[in-house]
């Protein structure tokens, strides 16, 4: 059972290159998130998908983008990279309803 | 919005010492949670707190839901070298999905 899988976990960019990560579970989870972690700031909540086929904004979703494949899969899309968008990506999943989230080991994205 | 500020933002201590740590929010929340990150890893939940008043424990880990629901503790008892990590608070944003986060408290243990 392996959880809440992300991919890559190691990235680094040029400014205005595009990037997707992945992120998937297999836990049945109705509900998956996105955050980012930065020194100082804990984690703030990018995008988030309640249910299969629906997303919603969260705290910082500007220049992101978000597309729930499916039940399993979130992906998280960066369109033109920034140097700011340089953090620590975390996807998580939970039961609808529940507080309890799985999260992903991350994605440490590298913007120069 | 709800934000969630925590303190300590830093603790260095010698092991075997006690740890307190606190959460503090200007709105009320009716569940709070308590995760720990190790390094170079995702958070995993340590406690769920869903009641005013609540005391939880969790083995040498006791957390307080506080009765005004403005506030929560996290209590670590004789800590020993894996308790090292950042902890975050973490509280649902009413009717939606989601939760926000505090800033972390980063534990380190002097052997």
């Known amino acids: 059972n392996a959880g809440v899988t992300q991919t890559p976990k190691f990235q680094v960019l040029k400014t205005g290159q595009s990037m997707t990560l992945q992120c998937a579970q297999d836990?049945?989870?109705?509900?998956m998130y996105w955050y980012r972690q930065d020194p100082g700031m804990g984690l703030r909540l990018i995008y988030y998908?309640?249910?299969?086929?629906?997303?919603d904004k969260g705290e910082v979703p500007n220049g992101y983008n978000v597309s729930r494949l499916n039940k399993r899969e979130f992906s998280l899309r960066l369109e033109s990279a920034a140097p700011s968008q340089t953090s620590v990506y975390f996807c998580?999943?939970?039961?609808?309803?529940?507080?309890?989230?799985?999260f992903g080991s991350g994605t440490r994205l590298t913007v120069v | 919005g709800q934000q969630l500020n925590q303190s300590p933002q830093s603790m260095f201590i010698q092991e075997g010492e006690d740890v307190s740590m606190n959460c503090t929010s200007s709105s009320i929340f009716n569940t709070w949670l308590w995760y720990k990150q190790d390094p170079g890893e995702g958070p995993v939940l340590l406690i769920a707190?869903?009641?005013?008043?609540e005391l939880t424990s969790n083995g040498r880990l006791t957390a307080q839901f506080g009765i005004t629901r403005k506030d929560s503790f996290l209590n670590i008892s004789a800590s020993i070298p894996s308790d090292v990590g950042i902890y975050f608070c973490?509280?649902?944003?009413?009717?939606?999905?989601?939760?926000?986060f505090g800033q972390g408290t980063r534990l380190t243990i002097n052997p």
């Open positions: 998580a999943s939970s039961v609808l309803g529940n507080y309890g989230y799985t």
């Open positions: 998908s309640a249910s299969e086929g629906t997303t």
């Open positions: 973490a509280g649902p944003i009413e009717g939606a999905q989601k939760l926000v």
């Open positions: 836990m049945n989870h109705n509900s």
């Open positions: 707190l869903y009641k005013a008043g």
